[in-house]
């Protein structure tokens, strides 16, 4: 998908940096990640390990052998401080029960000057927000909260937050970087 490579784009990444894919779910990221940072590392993370065993056989088949793949609670993350050059988390913070503490999290093991991206999906204020009731009814259904004001959240805690949007607002790309 498009906007995948262009929330990848938006990361900036400089080979070698070491990134977190938050809640990287069958690691559907990782192919654009590495094309980028073929001499970095890549820490993918989530909570289902389900998820996790595909995403394992998508590290095996490639042979990416800078992958690192944990199985943690995005609230709570494993790691020390100041830890990532960039974080990535795509369709997952409307997803996950805490986000708050999430974006706490990621704000923590961000190095100053990291850069944070979230690719998510959104509700729409232009002229196909008529079909917003049936969007939030399909979300509900994936336990899915589309009515989370990420971008506010995401402002609280970063600086120089930019925003795109993609298929007339469904989707939008949040850029931050930590001061
Ligand atoms: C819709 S999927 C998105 C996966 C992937 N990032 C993508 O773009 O396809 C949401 C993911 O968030 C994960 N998730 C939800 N809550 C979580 C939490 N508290 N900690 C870690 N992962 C979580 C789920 O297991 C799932 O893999």
């Known amino acids: 998908m498009a906007h995948r490579s262009a929330a990848v784009h938006a990361l900036g990444i400089q080979d070698g940096a070491r990134i977190l894919d938050l809640a990287c779910g069958t690691g559907i990221n990782f192919e654009n990640l590495i094309t980028v940072n073929a001499n970095g590392w890549l820490l993918g993370l989530d909570y289902s390990l389900g998820s996790l065993e595909q995403a394992q056989e998508r590290v ?18 494993p790691f020390a401080n100041n830890t990532f050059d960039r974080v990535l988390c795509t369709y997952a913070l409307k997803a996950i029960p ?63 937050v930019q925003t795109t949007e993609y298929d007339f607002g469904y989707t939008v790309v949040v850029v931050a970087r930590k001061e």
């Not at 095996?60 to 993350?77: E, H, I, P, S, T």
């Open 98 to 160: 805490l986000y708050q503490q999430a974006l706490d999290e990621v704000q923590r093991v961000l190095k100053p000057q990291g850069v944070f991206v979230v690719m998510d999906a959104a509700l729409s204020d232009g002229m196909t927000r008529f079909l917003n009731p049936l969007i939030r009814w399909m979300a509900r259904g994936f336990f899915y909260a589309i009515d989370r004001p990420l971008i506010n959240e995401i402002a609280r805690r970063f600086q120089d």
């Open 60 to 77: 095996k088949r490639n042979r990416w052998d800078k992958v690192v793949l944990g199985l943690g609670d995005a609230a709570q993350l």
